[in-house]
């Protein structure tokens, strides 16, 4: 693979997964296996880099002078990053501008940046050289700084377990995740043929319009007939294993990757709740009777813990009004400020447990625009204007659904959040349809 296309992949990696870490301020190493190579891959982030407008640079270090492969000009690591000479490399790679280090024998032992967070390997790492380079990201930032990452184009995960091993006594990984493995999955499961294509979506769309539990059940009944009665028992446990695979497999690697295979959710989904009803002969009792519960869908959020008093002191209270004036009420709107400290309030905690990869700041600003989105859109503004508040909801809460599955690849953390935790779905729902209901009302009143 060309050192530009491997450029392009560290970026976007870190353009999607990496940048927002560590309080936004998550730097990554590139470990180069020459000076020419990382002369090449500075050359090739200082490119992409600029065709994406990205508001980063990178960093080159290695030691002495070499011949710049295209040029043949004698070029030290300060000519390069066009720094002043002698200026010092760590200090600058503090600056927030810089987010990639590109080392060639350098800086691969000794170097202390707690902000290091993701290490980019082209490079043959053996020994204690293995345990000393990616030892650089193991460099604490408390309490933001969570974990680490490596992507690793040259070694193998036996190379790494094998230097490891002399120096720790730990629990390995005994061997990578390989996405290809989904492709795999997903074909040995279409082929048993225990369910179509078309129920797969069936059961998609119909889950995320809301049909009740009695239809959503009645579409996965010709799958669960076609497992008990068409595959003998090695089939069944063959299928089932493999389903439940996938389940694991995409659940981990949608965490990493940006898929854009709209089938893989469905089919997670349709698996996600045909499974537990799959039973095999000789399964033990406890297994079947655990998988049918499902304990994710249930969420005790505390809100808050006060301590009530009274005041042992006389109270006072006005009396009733008796003016005999009055004027119609004049509808105040929500300030901005009390529209985000509402969010803030119901939402903050939701905002930071959407996980890796998903963007905070996005995150937030997509979910509070949404209620603006929606008041200016004028079929949902005059179906609620028109409807009692029980039928106003039930326009307000689809309208929301809507817009959610139109998500899928644009925000998938937010997406999944949604579709995947019913407390808070039925919050943000409620939150989007106090604003509406609420404003409409003011407008009207007007």
Do not use: C
């Not at 043959?124 to 490596?150: G, W």
């Not at 119901?346 to 996005?362: H, S």
Request: hydrophobic share 35%; net charge negative; charged share 30%.
């Amino acid at each position: 693979m060309a050192i530009r296309e491997k450029a392009r992949i560290m970026i976007d990696h870190f353009q999607q997964n990496v940048w927002h870490l560590i309080g936004r301020k998550a730097r990554a190493m590139v470990v180069t296996k020459s000076i020419e190579a990382a002369m090449k891959y500075k050359d090739a982030f200082d490119v992409y880099l600029k065709e994406i407008n990205a508001p980063y640079k990178a960093i080159v270090a290695f030691s002495g002078k070499k011949a710049h492969y295209s040029t043949g000009e004698e070029l030290t690591e300060d000519q390069m990053n066009q720094f002043a000479d002698n200026d010092d490399i760590p200090e600058q790679f503090e600056k927030d501008e810089y987010r990639f280090l590109i080392v060639a024998n350098k800086y691969q032992t000794g170097f202390d940046q707690p902000l290091l967070h993701t290490m980019y390997v082209d490079k043959e790492l053996t020994d204690v050289q293995a345990v000393q380079t990616l030892s650089r990201l193991n460099r604490s930032h408390k309490p933001l700084k969570k974990d680490t990452f490596v992507l690793d184009f040259y070694n193998s995960h036996q190379d790494i377990q094998e230097a490891f091993a002399p120096f720790y006594t730990t629990t390995m990984l005994s061997r990578e995740t390989d996405a290809n493995k989904l492709n795999d999955l997903q074909d040995e499961l279409d082929d048993k043929q225990v369910y179509s294509l078309e129920e797969v979506q069936r059961f998609f769309e119909g889950y995320y319009s809301e049909k009740d539990r009695h239809s959503l059940d009645s579409l996965l009944a010709t799958a669960e007939r076609v497992f008990e009665e068409d595959l003998n028992q090695d089939e069944q446990i063959d299928f089932k294993s493999k389903a439940k695979s996938f389940l694991r497999t995409y659940s981990y690697l949608s965490k990493l990757l940006p898929f854009n295979n709209h089938y893989w959710e469905m089919l997670w989904l349709y698996l996600k709740h045909l499974v537990p009803k799959l039973k095999v002969e000789d399964d033990e009792p406890d297994e079947n009777i655990l998988e049918v519960i499902d304990m994710e869908t249930y969420k005790i959020s505390k809100d808050q813990a006060s301590a009530i008093s009274l005041a042992a002191e006389p109270g006072e209270i006005d009396p009733i009004p008796v003016s005999m004036g009055g004027n119609k009420p004049v509808g105040e709107f929500d300030t901005l400020e009390n529209i985000i400290k509402t969010f803030n309030d119901r939402f903050g905690k939701d905002i930071a447990d959407m996980g890796e990869g998903v963007d905070a700041e996005e995150a937030k600003k997509a979910l509070m625009n949404l209620p603006e989105k929606l008041y200016e859109d004028d079929s949902t503004r005059k179906s609620i204007e028109n409807s009692d508040k029980q039928n106003a909801k039930i326009t307000s809460d689809k309208k929301v659904l809507d817009i959610m599955q139109s998500m899928i690849f644009t925000h998938t953390g937010i997406y999944k959040k949604f579709m995947d935790d019913p407390d808070f779905k039925n919050r943000y729902q409620e939150f989007i349809f106090d604003f509406l209901w609420d404003r409409i009302r003011r407008t009207d009143a007007r």
